[in-house]
């Protein structure tokens, strides 16, 4: 009884994600990186627009793009995976002005670190403003302190594994039974085992365009199969985090 209680609160939070600050309207939200992936966090799969207010792109110099949900998935990739080595190649950090919605150059940024306003893949939120004013304002209204890009990014870096640990404590909690079940209901598994690709954004997309699952399932129901399939069928959580996490 206890574990259903918890999986019904935590897909009602997920319900009620369609509504957070972050959200905008797809049409609202800036997506720089291309092909059939490009509305997918590339690191946890999170749909870009439902996190847009928070996210961060890199822009390489042969002109491609890569965007994340937020600065955690920027850092998580920089020190531990696809951008580690490729660092020299990077033109451009973008983040989301809250204000005007446009993507902005993030070392020119103020961040607001530390609001009371909730973060995504953290417990200590991030946003991010072309403007001084326009984060004096939002610090006025919602507490935290002004920071560099620079200085963020080193928060975000620190925050990391305790990030990491409070992420996995809601997934053991919710997200893998809901993944599980969705795709036992909702899947032919032996389609969706069959699927490989280089990231989770990439997963996400690959599990929807298959036939391998209904094709009515909503982005919270595809996110709870995709991380299930990619965390604990592939094992790709332990792969990467299990001796940070120990």
């Given at each position: 009884?206890?574990?259903?209680?918890?999986?019904?609160?935590?897909?009602?939070?997920?319900?009620?994600?369609?509504?957070?600050?972050?959200s905008?309207?797809?049409?609202?939200?800036?997506?720089?990186?291309?092909?059939?992936?490009?509305?997918?966090?590339?690191?946890?799969?999170?749909?870009?627009?439902?996190?847009?207010?928070?996210?961060h792109?890199?822009?390489?110099?042969?002109?491609?793009?890569?965007?994340?949900?937020s600065?955690?998935?920027?850092?998580?990739?920089?020190?531990?995976?696809?951008?580690?080595?490729?660092k020299?190649?990077?033109?451009q950090?973008?983040?989301?002005?809250?204000?005007?919605?446009?993507?902005?150059?993030?070392?020119?940024?103020?961040?607001?670190?530390?609001?009371?306003?909730?973060?995504?893949?953290?417990?200590?939120?991030?946003?991010?403003?072309?403007?001084?004013?326009?984060?004096?304002?939002?610090?006025?209204?919602?507490?935290?302190?002004?920071?560099?890009?620079?200085?963020?990014?080193?928060?975000?870096?620190?925050d990391?594994?305790?990030?990491?640990?409070?992420?996995?404590?809601?997934?053991?909690?919710?997200?893998?039974?809901?993944?599980?079940?969705?795709?036992?209901?909702?899947?032919?598994?032996?389609?969706?085992?069959?699927?490989?690709?280089?990231?989770?954004?990439?997963?996400?997309q690959?599990?929807k365009?298959?036939?391998?699952?209904?094709?009515?399932?909503?982005?919270?129901?595809?996110?709870?199969?995709?991380l299930?399939?990619?965390d604990?069928?592939?094992?790709?959580?332990?792969?990467?985090?299990?001796?940070?996490?120990?």
């Amino acid at each position: 009884m206890k574990k259903l209680l918890l999986l019904l609160a935590f897909m009602g939070s997920l319900m009620a994600a369609d509504m957070m600050f972050q959200s905008v309207e797809a049409d609202k939200a800036t997506l720089l990186q291309k092909g059939n992936a490009k509305e997918y966090c590339p690191n946890c799969g999170m749909h870009l627009p439902k996190y847009y207010k928070t996210s961060h792109a890199v822009t390489f110099k042969d002109g491609t793009s890569r965007q994340f949900c937020s600065i955690h998935c920027l850092v998580d990739e920089s020190e531990m995976g696809f951008l580690r080595d490729k660092k020299e190649k990077i033109a451009q950090i973008l983040v989301t002005d809250v204000d005007s919605l446009k993507m902005v150059d993030a070392k020119k940024a103020f961040y607001v670190v530390g609001s009371k306003i909730k973060g995504t893949m953290t417990g200590n939120s991030k946003y991010a403003f072309a403007t001084k004013a326009g984060a004096e304002a939002f610090m006025a209204q919602n507490g935290g302190k002004i920071t560099t890009f620079d200085e963020a990014y080193d928060i975000a870096l620190k925050d990391f594994t305790n990030d990491m640990k409070m992420m996995k404590a809601k997934r053991d909690d919710g997200v893998y039974a809901m993944g599980k079940d969705a795709m036992s209901k909702f899947c032919d598994e032996t389609k969706v085992m069959k699927i490989h690709a280089h990231n989770m954004g990439e997963t996400k997309q690959a599990i929807k365009d298959s036939g391998a699952c209904k094709a009515d399932l909503t982005d919270m129901q595809l996110q709870a199969i995709t991380l299930y399939y990619w965390d604990v069928k592939l094992d790709n959580f332990e792969k990467s985090y299990g001796k940070l996490l120990k």
